[in-house]
Nanobody, 115 residues
């Protein structure tokens, strides 16, 4: 059983920064990829950023150049550094991975960007 625990959300003004963390219950090297998704009220959940075991990354067009995904193997943690935040980035952010044929999600962390 994989557990993912997000932290780091909060309220920030437009143009500000936040760093989200996702701690995993096992070695992060078990996973072929780790990802961050977000879901705004009334919207579908969307992929924000993804990092593979080979450290390849990809981003949603809406966050390219502003967000950076990274991982720390020693801490079994994945990060999402979010800069130049916009009100449209307001959402619940979820950590995600796939392991052993199952899809795993964290509980989510709220990010609110005020204008």
């Amino acid at each position: 059983q994989v557990q993912l625990v997000e932290s780091g959300g909060g309220l920030v003004q437009a143009g500000g920064s936040l760093r989200l963390s996702c701690a995993t219950s096992g070695s992060i090297f078990m996973f072929n990829f780790m990802a961050w998704y977000r879901q705004a009220p009334g919207e579908q959940r969307e992929l924000v950023a993804r990092i593979t075991s080979g450290l390849n990354t990809n981003y949603a067009d809406s966050v390219k150049g502003r967000f950076t995904i990274s991982r720390d193997g020693a801490k079994n943690t994945v990060y999402l550094q979010m800069n130049s935040l916009k009100p449209e980035d307001t959402a619940v952010y979820y950590c995600n991975t796939w392991y052993g044929g199952a899809n795993y999600w964290g509980q989510g962390t709220q990010v609110t960007v005020s204008s």
